[in-house]
């Protein structure tokens, strides 16, 4: 069992950042991925970055240039640094973790196992 805390959400203004965390616990995989989903009331969720066990990243085309993803496996905390942030990345943001996982262009169609509650980002114009 993992569990998934995330925290960092909030209300920032167009042009702002924030960086999400995300901490882990109960991870005894060798290897693994991570990922940041995005969803709105109503809308699909949306794959936003992900990251392997590795250290191999993937970014959604929407974050690229803004958005930086990372571990920091000595705190068990993965992150989600998002600069410029525009009116449209406003979404309840998810992690997420799967076990004995290689990441692939395709990360965001996997099914992962674990999820956290979400985090709330505002970006206001």
Do not use: H
């Not at 167009?14 to 989903?37: E, I, Q």
């Not at 692939?104 to 979400?118: A, C, H, I, R, V």
Request: aromatic share 16%.
């Amino acid at each position: 069992q993992v569990d998934l805390v995330e925290s960092g959400g909030g209300s920032v203004k167009s042009g702002g950042s924030l960086r999400l965390s995300c901490a882990v616990s109960g991870n005894t995989y060798s290897y693994y991925c991570m990922g940041w989903f995005r969803q709105v009331p109503g809308g699909r969720r949306e794959g936003v970055a992900g990251i392997g066990s590795d250290g191999v990243t993937q970014y959604a085309d929407s974050g690229k240039g803004r958005f930086t993803i990372s571990e920091d496996k000595e705190k068990s905390t993965f992150y989600l640094q998002m600069n410029r942030l525009k009116a449209e990345d406003t979404a309840m943001y998810y992690c997420a973790f799967r076990s004995w996982c290689r990441l692939g262009s395709g990360w965001y169609t996997y099914d992962f196992d674990w999820w956290g509650q979400g985090t709330q980002v505002t970006v206001s114009s």
